[in-house]
């Protein structure tokens, strides 16, 4: 089961995003890359391969990543602190 994503998570990594959509993303591959290399390679494969746009495609995987991410990081810090 997926850890539950908040809306103030949400809204800060949506912001940060929005600040610099390009950088955003070309920063995320390279962390995906090093943190998960296989999964960046899923996404960059993925998003070559449909009829949309490669960099909309990416930057929406990635965002879920990060999402993703984020969340489970806090509940376990959350399931940490109650043990």
């Known amino acids: 089961m997926l850890p539950e ?3 103030e998570e949400f809204n800060k ?3 940060e995003m929005l600040a610099d959509v ?3 993303r070309k ?3 390279h962390y995906i890359k090093d943190e998960n290399p296989e999964l960046n390679s899923a996404i960059i ?3 070559n391969k449909t009829d949309l ?3 909309a495609v990416a930057t929406g995987a990635y965002m879920a990543y990060s ?3 984020k969340a489970a990081r806090k509940q376990d810090e959350f399931l940490n ?3």
């Open 13 to 15: 990594i949506l912001n």
């Open 27 to 29: 920063s995320m591959i």
């Open 81 to 83: 602190f109650e043990e």
């Open 5 to 7: 994503i908040d809306i």
């Open 53 to 55: 746009d490669p960099k």
């Open 67 to 69: 999402l993703i991410e």
């Open 22 to 24: 390009s950088g955003w």
């Open 45 to 47: 494969e993925i998003a």
